[in-house]
């Protein structure tokens, strides 16, 4: 490698040093490997062993053939990307990330180190939006350009470009906005899946492009970057989740000089006697999902550390100024925070997470002591394209916390709905629910047999126990403030209901359940009607459906759970007179006339209770509790 060329002017003394002593070590392998031949075939000759040295280093090839230099941060990367089969990049803005990934596709276009058993290399370029495949593809030709004649494309159309060696790079648009779900990725082949941003894919753009790579999962790579989003989808499993993790080394970049990373591999996976487990050929397998993981905040490129001197900042300190507190830990740090869409903060579902753990919570089929704590049964039927899932939830006095006990799912099947009432029946047989909170969206028929069969039986309990949740239906509220009764969409305010217990570190979850951890890590807020109305997500959340199901049941029946929740508004009342109790009361939302009457029979026995007229002025310490759950959106409830 000659350094006097003119591109490694660019390194500082010390980096042509260091490239220097990597390269000797390079070239003195193959030339090793040139020794070892069998006799009578031909040597590799000095240029042939150059060529050769070039080709397994991907920072070196660029530097001869496009005339690029790597950064120090970009030469783990560059690597890791040529060495691994699935690399998942997680970088900070202003790290020449899609430049790195052009510069790889080239190498990969060039070497095709992975090469099928046809004549062929297929490249896919996918992001989700056709500007970020132009930029990709606008970069690519400026790299071909600057090669001066190393790398000559046979065609070089827009987002289409062929070599003469056979390799094909093709851009697409996964079109993520029109939700179609990537297919036009449909029949697609490749031996190399390059996803630019795929964190602002959705999930069914990225399991058609995967269903691309399961052709030939063990030779096909994947290459994907994203800055950080804050859902809790695929890209976030692949980044947490890996195998092999590299993450900035600040304390050795010190030492070093130079941008240094930490890695890390997870164990091999041992049986239940201590003995390794081995796939079908005999090999240990090591936990993680495969991937291989790179992390690099914004912080590593000296060029942010410099000092403007229009406003003697930092331009890493001018970016904490531009950005919001989030987006600076996402698009600086490559850290994932908090979504910005999302519903439920991840640091409260790790709470939640945590208690379980303490708790050893398991979800069990056999009845347990319930120490009289009320239970109620969530029920979400099964749609176009879901099965019916149902969660048994107790709301647990002793350490004021929901508890979800039970969970069970009914596939989709010929007989799903009578199957699922079945399983409804021998639920409620072991636990004894006081509410069966079921969606009445797909279910009115199954919620009218279940009140028929509760009515036959009413050993089992009230028919009205069964309880019909329609989410496309509004409530009417008292507004505390306008002293008015307003009406509004349900499934919001059950929603925020859920955010509320969450915040409050009321809820506890299974920490062995991730399907369940994974719906409420991912529920957002995808877009909002012209009415105000937010719009959620709409896939894969039938058991976080279940979950807001019960914890409305909750506070819509029990007194003694809004108590707990010790909010501004109860705390600022005075204690409420304990109520009388009764069986099943119908508590149906929605009436404004029935809230009313309620309100009026509610005024009556606290007047009765404390000697006074009705007609005298009441002081507003005696609303107690009761406003405070009309303000929730429900009238005044008896004690369970």
Not at 30 to 48: C, I, M, V, Y
Not at 343 to 358: P, R
Not at 518 to 539: I, L, M
Request: some cysteine.
């Amino acid at each position: 490698m000659n350094l006097a060329q003119k591109q490694y002017e660019a390194l500082k003394p010390e980096e042509q040093e260091r490239w220097g002593k990597e390269w000797d070590v390079l070239y003195e392998k193959a030339k090793d490997f040139n020794k070892t031949l069998p006799k009578g075939q031909d040597r590799f000759s000095e240029d042939e062993l150059h060529y050769l040295s070039m080709l397994q280093t991907p920072k070196f090839w660029a530097a001869e053939v496009l005339k690029w230099i790597a950064r120090d941060y970009q030469e783990t990367i560059l690597q890791e990307m040529a060495n691994s089969k699935r690399t998942v990049l997680r970088l900070g803005r202003r790290l020449g990330k899609t430049e790195t990934m052009c510069v790889i596709i080239l190498w990969h276009a060039f070497t095709q180190p992975n090469k099928g058993p046809n004549n062929q290399y297929d490249i896919l370029v996918i992001a989700p939006y056709q500007e970020q495949v132009s930029l990709i593809f606008k970069r690519l030709s400026q790299l071909i350009d600057a090669s001066g004649g190393h790398v000559i494309p046979s065609r070089d159309i827009e987002h289409h470009i062929e070599l003469p060696n056979g390799s094909v790079i093709h851009g697409l648009t996964a079109g993520s906005k029109s939700g179609n779900g990537a297919a036009n990725t449909r029949g697609q082949r490749a031996d190399l899946i390059v996803l630019d941003e795929v964190d602002y894919m959705n999930e069914a753009d990225i399991t058609n492009i995967m269903n691309i790579r399961n052709e030939a999962p063990e030779r096909i790579k994947m290459i994907v970057a994203s800055t950080p989003s804050g859902k809790r989808e695929s890209y976030y499993k692949w980044c947490t989740e890996a195998t092999v993790s590299y993450g900035y080394d600040e304390d050795r970049t010190n030492n070093m000089g130079r941008v240094m990373y930490k890695r890390t591999v997870k164990p091999y996976l041992t049986n239940a006697d201590g003995t390794y487990t081995l796939n079908p050929l005999g090999g240990k397998i090591r936990d993680g999902n495969g991937w291989t993981t790179v992390h690099a905040p914004s912080n590593v490129n000296p060029e942010l550390l410099k000092v403007n001197p229009d406003t003697g900042l930092t331009y890493l300190e001018e970016l904490r100024l531009d950005l919001t507190e989030m987006r600076y830990i996402q698009e600086v740090l490559a850290e994932f925070g908090e979504s910005i869409s999302g519903v439920f903060l991840k640091k409260h579902i790790d709470i939640a997470i945590e208690f379980g753990k303490k708790m050893q919570l398991e979800y069990t089929t056999r009845n347990f002591d319930r120490n009289d704590n009320p239970r109620i049964l969530g029920v979400d039927w099964d749609k176009s394209k879901a099965d019916t899932n149902m969660v048994g939830m107790e709301w647990n006095r002793q350490i004021n916390k929901f508890v979800p006990f039970f969970r069970k799912v009914i596939p989709r099947g010929e007989f799903t709905y009578q199957h699922a009432i079945d399983e409804i029946k021998k639920a409620d047989k072991e636990f004894a629910f006081d509410y069966i909170m079921a969606d009445a969206g797909h279910g009115e028929n199954q919620i009218e047999q279940l009140r028929m069969w509760y009515k036959k039986n009413k050993h089992m309990g009230d028919p009205k126990k069964v309880i019909r949740v329609n989410l496309s239906e509004k409530i009417s509220i008292h507004d505390p403030v306008t002293r008015r009764i307003e009406k509004v969409h349900i499934k919001p305010f059950m929603v925020n209901n859920a955010v509320w217990m969450f915040e409050r570190e009321m809820m506890v979850l299974n920490p062995t359940d991730k399907e369940t951890i994974q719906q409420f890590e991912a529920y957002e807020v995808k877009s909002w009607g012209s009415d105000g109305r937010p719009k959620y997500t709409d896939e894969n959340e039938h058991i976080l459906d279940c979950f807001v199901f019960c914890l409305f049941g909750f506070i819509k029946y029990f007194d003694d759970v809004l108590k707990a929740t010790k909010s501004a508004a109860v705390i600022a009342l005075n204690r409420p007179l304990d109520r009388m109790s009764t069986p099943f009361p119908d508590r149906d939302i929605g009436n404004g006339e029935t809230m009313k009457a309620e309100e009026e029979k509610r005024k009556s026995r606290h007047a009765f209770a404390k000697g006074l007229n009705m007609g005298s002025n009441r002081s507003s310490r005696t609303a107690g509790l009761g406003g405070m759950r009309r303000s929730m959106g429900m009238p005044a409830r008896k004690t369970f």
